[in-house]
């Protein structure tokens, strides 16, 4: 183990800061991708916050390479001498394009470059971060859970640009590897949304969920549900997906368990977090005024597909075939506030 070296894309990511600690953990060398010089640092202060470093235990098995998802370069020396990849990079709006084509084609295009690059390197498996968004949208209101077999259909109603982004960059994956893959493997993690303790002020779009509920910024709760997995878990599958020969040519749903609700969320925390939990509003927000505000409001705008329907999903396949135990979604949740507040970052 410690001769082999794992390559991680968009190291500067959440996820793949989790994923590099849990790596070198393990013994690993481990590259990282950046998509500019100078990021290096960062993405180093990401890992050592993970991991608690006081004096960079591992830091020595860790290097970086610069390559950009949108172009071929750096990504054959990255590849040098790598018997793994982690694919964890993806580019994510920051509000919806106009042209679908502006997420999608990067999705797919990027998987593809790096899938090339690692075949022709001769990495023995790719583990690529798709999404429970290649899973579970463009279908009829369902009380069925959906489990691995099942994938998107891109074509149904309501299906915005980045969920089809991440169900047609997995498709070509896929393809490619019947087609074009060789010996090579490939595996897959299909995460739900990811939470977890954060490292830092760069948040993604579910930490800021929780800022804002624990902050009294949300008057009340959105008829909304979601799945939820811990990044720390989120992470953990993914290595396994990476050393299980069970693994090779296999997708694993990443969630803690099912779906819950926005209102189940908000009484966790209000009952969790003593005093700073009393600011955590629990009343529902009527659904006429979520899709009046969305008329207003970017991000509420992105909520209102997504109201009064709940995504029900199965995650026993990571249990029984990779023996993976993911926090509970309450835990999940609590630690995600927990590491907010300790952070300074609730305002």
């Not at 290097?63 to 790598?82: H, P, R, Y």
């Not at 022709?120 to 069925?144: C, K, L, N, Q």
């Not at 005093?275 to 705008?301: E, H, M, N, Y």
Request: with cysteine.
């Amino acid at each position: 183990m410690s001769g082999q070296r794992v390559l991680v894309t968009g190291g500067s990511g959440f996820l793949a800061a989790y994923c590099i600690a849990e790596l070198l953990a393990a013994g690993f060398q481990v590259r990282a991708t950046v998509r500019s010089p100078g990021r290096e640092s960062a993405v180093g202060d990401h890992v050592a916050a993970v991991r608690g470093d006081t004096a960079g235990t591992g830091a020595e098995r860790l290097s970086f390479a610069v390559a950009d998802l949108t172009g071929d370069a750096g990504w054959a020396e990255a590849m040098q001498g790598c018997d793994f990849v982690l694919h964890v990079a993806s580019p994510f709006p920051g509000s919806a394009p106009e042209d679908e084509n502006e997420l999608i084609v990067p999705a797919r295009e990027g998987t593809l470059r790096v899938l090339r690059a690692a075949r022709d390197a001769g990495v023995a498996r790719v583990v690529m971060t798709s999404s429970f968004a290649a899973i579970g949208y463009g279908h009829p209101a369902t009380e069925r859970e959906f489990t691995e077999q099942d994938w998107t259909d891109v074509d149904g109603p309501g299906v915005p640009p980045y969920i089809k982004s991440k169900a047609l960059a997995e498709r070509a994956a896929w393809d490619f590897m019947q087609r074009d893959g060789g010996t090579m493997e490939l595996s897959v993690v299909n995460p739900v949304g990811i939470f977890g303790p954060a490292f830092g002020p760069d948040m993604s779009s579910s930490l800021r969920i929780i800022q804002q509920m624990v902050a009294g910024k949300m008057p009340g709760v959105p008829n909304l549900a979601t799945a939820v997995v811990d990044v720390r878990d989120a992470a953990d599958l993914h290595v396994k997906a990476m050393t299980s020969p069970k693994a090779a040519g296999e997708r694993f749903i990443a969630a803690a368990g099912d779906a819950v609700s926005f209102r189940d969320i908000a009484q966790t925390l209000r009952k969790r977090l003593g005093p700073q939990g009393t600011k955590v509003a629990t009343r529902p927000l009527p659904s006429w005024l979520v899709r009046l505000a969305a008329r207003f409001v970017p991000q509420f705008r992105a909520m209102t597909g997504n109201l009064d329907v709940v995504r029900h999903v199965d995650n026993s396949k990571a249990r029984t075939v990779l023996g993976w135990t993911p926090r509970s979604t309450q835990d999940t949740v609590t630690a995600t506030a927990e590491s907010l507040i300790r952070l300074g970052l609730i305002p």
